[in-house]
């Protein structure tokens, strides 16, 4: 049960990363003159300069995002391989 839930941590990492950025660039394109009046800058009036910042942030976003899953899901499986060998040699 244990590989089960960690191997769907991964695939849902495997599926939201590309499928965050995406979005994150759509809503950029979308949306461009809310970037440029929060930014106050008229470059990203241009649909496709705002789709690429968005696909940036998007991608800074979901780096970050999916980084921290599998970092925290390393972490734990090093733990519990640490636990096994410290349980093989004092058992010994």
Same mark, same amino acid.
């Given at each position: 049960m244990k590989y089960f839930v $960690? !191997?769907?941590? @991964? *695939?849902? &990492? +495997? *599926? &939201?990363?590309?499928?965050f950025i995406l979005y994150a660039g759509?809503? /950029? +394109? $979308? !949306?461009?003159?809310?970037f440029a009046? @929060? *930014? /106050?800058s008229d470059i990203f009036l241009n649909k496709y &300069?705002? %789709? %690429?910042? /968005?696909?940036?942030l998007g991608w800074v976003i979901a780096t970050l995002a999916a980084g921290l899953i599998i970092t925290l899901l390393d972490i734990r499986d090093d733990v519990n391989d640490l636990l096994r060998i410290a349980e093989d040699k004092f058992d010994k």
């Open positions: $960690i !191997n769907s941590f @991964r *695939l849902m &990492v +495997y *599926l &939201v990363y590309p499928a759509a809503t /950029g +394109y $979308i !949306n461009g003159e809310v009046d @929060r *930014l /106050g &300069v705002s %789709a %690429a910042f /968005g696909l940036f």
